[in-house]
């Protein structure tokens, strides 16, 4: 791992509930819910995301609906940045710049607000979970197409087997937590 501060990872994961079958027969659901609520566990995973990131100058922490706005305010205050919310449609109120993406059952898109990001701003992008990478690769476009300037991508989980690392090949992406299945 390469935080500075040491983390037990795996007594991270004991945090985590596993829910087999869940949303359907055969998948396994790693639940971070139980993780959020022990006080001790969430600090040291704010901890050991932000260590990574300290001193890189990061302007903007951009969060994902809905999981990328529990971590990514946490996150940009530790890293004494500001925290930018990425939407799905229709529920920012100022003009927004959308972008639409694929998915393996149909498509999705996201918006965030035009003057969210100024030309040159070092983003961070961070959400919870690191699956296919349709999400992430959707809010780096948002994030470039505003001329932000992408410092990396941070995931509280990758499930690997979902190669979803290999879509974000381009950018520098850490991930805490990872399960090979």
């Known amino acids: 791992m390469s935080t500075k501060a040491a983390v037990d990872c795996d007594a991270l994961k004991k945090l985590i509930r596993e829910v087999p079958d869940f949303p359907k027969k055969g998948i396994l659901f790693y639940d971070i819910t ?25 302007d903007l922490v951009l969060g994902m609906e809905a999981r990328g706005f529990i971590f990514g305010p946490a996150l940009a ?25 694929d998915l393996e059952y149909g498509s999705n898109a996201l918006e965030v607000h035009k003057d969210a990001i100024k030309k040159g701003q070092r983003v961070l992008i961070v959400d919870d979970l690191l699956a296919t990478g349709g999400t992430a ?45």
């Open 34 to 58: 139980t993780l959020l609520k022990d006080k001790v566990g969430f600090a040291r995973l704010i901890d050991a995301l932000s260590e990574n990131y300290i001193g890189q100058g990061i």
């Open 137 to 181: 690769v959707a809010t780096a476009e948002l994030a470039h197409g505003l001329g932000a300037k992408i410092a990396g991508l941070a995931f509280v989980v990758e499930l690997d087997f979902l190669n979803g690392r290999e879509r974000l090949a381009k950018y520098d992406v850490f991930s805490l937590l990872h399960y090979d299945r």
């Open 77 to 101: 205050y530790r890293l004494n940045a500001g925290f930018v919310p990425v939407r799905k449609p229709g529920k920012l109120p100022a003009e927004t710049v959308k972008v639409s993406y």
